[in-house]
């Protein structure tokens, strides 16, 4: 409270009926100095704790902003770790593709002409020949053989690739 608000207990006394006892008028002029002066502390506590939970309001919002970066930041991470597992979900599900029944049969049409070869051994060419497929075609069924199949290089010329038969155990 300010000064200007500090009342006179003379003029609390004049402004009380007259009557009261004179003697009444001054123990209540006395009660309401009390009253005010309480007043004027706990409006000081009241100041004192507003300017504290201003200074913690300050604090929270500041911790508040820091918390939207982390959150920026780990949601950035959790992005890129399930772009990850898509692209390895994707790649495991490339890498365990099975073999339909016309890769299966091609298969079967490759083992019968490396049966017939001596040494069980022909050129990767003469055998794409003899299926009639594309080169990455052909890959993709040596590759789904599993390990039906040996792949080398020619002992003559090195560019060349043969398919050898693996040995059955």
Wanted: proline share 5%.
């Amino acid at each position: 409270m300010q000064d200007k608000d500090i009342v006179d207990i003379d003029s609390v006394v004049s402004a009380l009926p007259a009557t009261i006892p004179y003697d009444q008028r001054y123990s209540i002029a006395e009660a309401i100095k009390a009253g005010m002066t309480r007043l004027e502390e706990f409006d000081a506590l009241l100041k004192k704790e507003n300017a504290i939970l201003n200074e913690t309001n300050t604090i929270l919002k500041e911790d508040i902003l820091l918390l939207k970066k982390q959150n920026e930041l780990l949601l950035g991470k959790i992005k890129h770790l399930e772009d990850r597992i898509c692209d390895r979900q994707r790649i495991a599900k490339l890498e365990t593709s099975k073999a339909g029944q016309k890769t299966k049969d091609q298969i079967a049409s490759i083992e019968a002409p490396l049966q017939e070869s001596p040494g069980h051994v022909a050129s990767f060419g003469a055998i794409r020949k003899h299926l009639g497929v594309s080169k990455p075609r052909f890959s993709a069924i040596i590759k789904l053989s599993g390990n039906l199949f040996i792949v080398m290089k020619s002992p003559h010329n090195p560019k060349k690739k043969l398919l050898k038969l693996a040995p059955k155990i």
